[in-house]
């Protein structure tokens, strides 16, 4: 699972000699205990952070203050933690899937193999000292968030109806 992926990685950044504190939120589920359990019984309690559900004025501002957001998701349609990270200036690592390689297009990430939590430890290794590509990645994001703007869904959405309009306009002409 996601939170186990989390675990193991904290595991392995501290049998390295990395400590890097993880700041965990959202509600308590069925796999709270093994992971809250997992955290006790690796010593990683100094450096795992759980805040439970936190309100969006605070999301924002831990995203304004963290080194980055990391996402292990193996499904989603979208990633709004992402979008909000990249709004609010937070360099991103996420999972290689679809729809982040696709969200990837437009915004600056670094990308991990899913369920492999070494994968991860070496990109959170990586980022960790590389503040030089996580301001750039930040900067880019700034810019790069914008595409996912209101307005430009509604302008998307406008030249696809365009697009048809025209298109059945030719078909009429085809028909008549």
């Known amino acids: 699972s996601r939170k186990r992926l ?8 501290k049998d390295r000699g990395l ?19 997992f955290i006790r019984g690796n010593d990683l309690e100094d450096q795992v952070f759980y805040l439970g ?8 501002a831990l995203h304004q203050r963290a080194r980055f957001l990391v996402t292990a998701s193996l499904y989603e349609s979208s990633s709004i933690p992402i979008l909000e990270a990249a709004a ?13 390689e ?3 297009e437009h915004l600056e990430m670094r990308l991990f193999t899913p369920r492999d939590d070494e994968d991860l430890a070496r990109v959170l290794a990586e980022a960790w000292p590389d503040e030089e590509t ?41 028909r008549g």
Request: proline residues 5%; without cysteine.
């Open 6 to 13: 989390r675990e193991l990685v904290g595991k392995r950044l």
């Open 19 to 37: 400590t890097m504190p993880l700041v965990l939120t959202g509600a308590e589920y069925t796999a709270a205990k093994g992971i809250f359990d």
């Open 53 to 60: 559900v936190v309100p969006f004025d605070d999301i924002i």
């Open 88 to 100: 609010a200036g937070t360099p991103i690592i996420a999972g290689r899937i679809p729809p982040h």
């Open 102 to 104: 696709e969200m990837a």
């Open 134 to 174: 996580s301001r750039a990645q930040a900067a880019a994001n700034r810019v790069g968030v914008q595409h996912y703007s209101w307005d430009n869904a509604a302008q998307m959405y406008l030249r696809l109806f365009e697009r048809l309009r025209t298109m059945e306009s030719v078909l009429a002409g085809e």
